[in-house]
């Protein structure tokens, strides 16, 4: 009977034993597996950045390394770099036609700080708009008041992608722009099917730019 109750108990330290062993297993691979997998859109087809980038030149390219920071906003890739007062930026997207960010919107569109990029041929325009209504009309600042704070515009298509490189002051003193801050920004974004900014977007969300 002694044997028996031996053989129980044996028993019934194996299994806590192995329990106890799967549990640790299970929390270690819990540890080193804590961070989703990054967006294959995040990682694949896009230039690196650095921290020690190479100097920015507005030519239409987000070359290697040319960038501090990269943002994936919904379709919209975003690349970034403080200069002083102003922020170098890139928007990059798979898209044969116009690509517009809308800066801190007050609500749906009203009251953002509109910057809209398209290409005519190989000529990049890059307009400073603000939007006046929940869902436009959006029109250039110049029209409404203010000024082109768009500094050193310029863009190109290659292999299907659009890219478009600027510089713009983090605060302006215009009355139509909006400041964007070190931290969180809240953006917009559309994209259309052509390069005529006229026509309705075929493609929009909403996210958060973040300068550092």
């Known amino acids: 009977m002694l044997n028996k109750k031996n053989g129980v ?55 290697d390394n040319e960038y501090t920071q990269f943002q994936q906003i919904g379709n919209l890739q975003v690349f970034s770099r403080l200069d002083e007062d102003a922020v170098c930026i890139a928007l990059r997207a798979q898209t044969a036609g116009y690509i517009a960010m809308g800066i801190r919107p007050e609500n749906k569109m009203q009251g953002a700080d509109m910057i809209i990029c398209a290409l005519s041929g190989n000529q990049a ?26 500094i050193s515009p310029s863009g190109s298509m290659q292999n299907g992608w659009a890219t478009f490189e600027f510089k713009r002051k983090l605060a302006t003193s215009d009355s139509r722009d909006k400041e964007l801050s070190i931290g969180d920004n809240q953006v917009i974004w559309s994209m259309g099917s052509s390069n005529d900014i006229t026509i309705h977007h075929n493609n929009r969300g909403y996210g958060t730019l973040t300068l550092k």
């Open 9 to 63: 108990r044996s028993a019934f330290y194996c299994v806590l034993a192995l329990i106890l062993m799967l549990t640790i297993s299970a929390c270690s691979k819990s540890g080193t597996e804590s961070q989703s997998p990054a967006s294959p859109m995040a990682t694949a087809d896009r230039p690196p950045v650095s921290a020690q980038p190479i100097t920015w030149a507005s030519d239409g390219i987000a070359s």
């Open 125 to 150: 325009s890059i307009t400073d708009q603000y939007s006046t209504g929940t869902f436009g009309p959006h029109s250039p600042d110049t029209q409404l008041g203010g000024t082109n704070d768009i």
